[in-house]
């Protein structure tokens, strides 16, 4: 098998190209099935609606790809409240269509149960399909760990199968009280207290601004 390439820092540039690894890892997982039941609209949506909150972490976060682009990993820096992204009612709605009830319904699950201690929330995990994707995301998401321990917050997820609570239970994932979306399926909420870290390697998250970027109106 061959060896799983470095990690590097997405930029705005990468924003469709994450949106589009989500989308794809979404488009046959039972969430996806459940927010866009019909197959033929399915990725454009999924992919349109990723990229809102691909921008948005790229302000309020990290996105990390590994150097190959095969697997990506979009993470919020939660160590305060953050806003919601940029005219979000007015661009959900423009490309949900008949789909924006179900994306709303999952806003308001997902943010009822998110912790509200500091944390960082790794919001997609995504990996291009190929017979060796097991290697790619493990060896995304324990690269991302070693960065996130040393921001010494705990760490945040949801999944929705058991192969994927497997994944993130063998990099020190505890699961949480599950919950329901409307047609059954189990999320799968899993929180990581950081690894232990010299103190002087203990920093805060900081916001990068992308070049030829203004600062984001308001703060986290």
């Not at 609570?165 to 919950?179: D, I, K, N, Q, S």
């Amino acid at each position: 098998m061959p060896g799983v390439s470095h990690t590097v820092r997405a930029r705005w540039c990468d924003s469709g190209h994450v949106a589009g690894l989500v989308a794809e890892s979404l488009h046959a997982s039972p969430v996806g099935a459940w927010l866009v039941p019909d197959g033929d609209q399915r990725r454009a949506v999924l992919s349109a609606v990723t990229r809102i909150w691909v921008d948005h972490a790229l302000l309020f976060g990290e996105v990390f790809l590994l150097a190959d682009r095969s697997a990506a990993a979009v993470w919020f820096h939660r160590y305060r409240p953050i806003p919601p992204p940029a005219s979000y009612h007015h661009r959900l709605t423009a490309v949900c269509g008949d789909h924006l009830d179900r994306f709303r319904r999952l806003d308001r699950l997902l943010t009822v149960r998110r912790p509200t201690e500091a944390h960082n929330h790794l919001a997609f995990l995504a990996v291009q399909p190929a017979a060796w994707h097991a290697a790619r995301t493990a060896g995304l998401l324990a690269r991302c760990l070693v960065r996130m321990d040393r921001l010494a917050l705990p760490a945040y997820a949801e999944v929705a199968t058991a192969a994927e609570a497997a994944l993130y239970a063998r990099h020190g994932y505890v699961a949480r009280e599950p919950f329901a979306l409307p047609d059954g399926t189990t999320i799968h909420p899993l929180w990581r207290r950081p690894a232990a870290q010299p103190q002087a390697t203990r920093t805060r998250p900081t916001r990068r601004r992308p070049a030829g970027q203004e600062r984001p109106a308001m703060a986290p």
